[in-house]
């Protein structure tokens, strides 16, 4: 079973910069697809970001574009988040999210979870 631990987080004024990372246990980090996703108090967790298993594709919320850059390292069985231009509305509980398939980038295509990382985002 797939376990996945999000750090990095914590608090930022706007315009500020932060780097979240994931690091994955429990199976072949390689061979799957990653994710990043957020959760606002009282908002459904929504996607962010996504990479294929080979770091050659990627997916973006329109909300992050030209922010937010997703990038993964295999031999360290980690995927990171470096979020630019922060926003207040960028604060939420943000969560790795494991892949199914290698290259599927869909949400649903993402059923393992971390514990997530809080970022906070003042004015």
């Known amino acids: 079973q797939v376990q996945l631990v999000e750090s990095g987080g914590g608090l930022v004024q706007a315009g500020g910069s932060l780097r979240l990372s994931c690091v994955s246990s429990?199976?072949?980090?390689?061979?799957?697809?990653m994710g990043w996703f957020r959760q606002a108090p009282g908002k459904e967790r929504e996607f962010v970001a996504a990479?294929?298993?080979?770091?050659?594709?990627?997916r973006y919320a329109d909300s992050v574009k030209g922010r937010f850059s997703i990038s993964r390292d295999n031999d360290k069985n980690t995927v990171a988040l470096q979020m630019n231009s922060l926003r207040v509305e960028d604060t939420a509980v943000y969560y790795c999210?494991?892949?199914?398939?290698?290259?599927?980038?869909?949400?649903?295509?993402?059923?393992?979870w971390g514990q997530g990382t809080q970022v906070t985002v003042s004015s």
């Open positions: 999210g494991g892949g199914v398939h290698p290259c599927g980038l869909e949400d649903a295509d993402f059923k393992s």
């Open positions: 429990g199976r072949a980090f390689s061979g799957y697809a």
């Open positions: 990479i294929i298993w080979s770091g050659t594709r990627t």
